[in-house]
């Protein structure tokens, strides 16, 4: 592939989008993991109460958040990153020359 200003080959692809909606789709993805495993932590800490009294009821509410919270973030990470991945292929310019520094897109062929 060449860049179409200065016919150099040192052409990378960015993934702006990619990046960006990963980051997004994490820091969401966490939060809304870890607000639904505030119901999950409230099972495990019920659960915990049983089992261990008051400490049982605080372990079990912290690991149910901490999972729902890991879980969430890898889970809205990936779908963040495929929406970034939209985006860098339909919105932003997805190549970058690195010798005149100059973005572009290849023309869309339908
Ligand atoms: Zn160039």
Same mark, same amino acid.
């Given at each position: 592939?060449?860049?179409?200003?200065?016919?150099?080959?040192?052409?990378?692809?960015?993934?702006?989008?990619?990046?960006?909606?990963? @980051?997004? *789709?994490? =820091? $969401?993805?966490?939060? @809304?993991? *870890?607000? =639904? $495993?505030?119901s999950g932590g409230e099972a495990g800490a019920a659960l915990g109460t049983v089992i261990g009294g008051p400490i049982g009821a605080f372990g079990g509410g912290l690991a149910g958040l901490v999972i729902g919270g890991l879980l969430g973030a890898v889970v809205g990470g990936r779908a963040g990153e495929d929406a970034g991945?939209?985006?860098?292929?339909?919105?932003?310019?997805?190549?970058?020359?690195k010798d005149c520094g100059r973005t572009f897109r290849l023309p869309i062929c339908k």
């Open positions: 592939m060449e860049c179409p200003f200065c016919g150099s080959e040192s052409v990378v692809k960015r993934r702006v989008g990619r990046r960006v909606g990963g @980051a997004i *789709g994490t =820091a $969401a993805g966490a939060v @809304a993991g *870890g607000s =639904a $495993a505030l991945a939209v985006v860098d292929e339909r919105v932003l310019d997805p190549f970058v020359c």
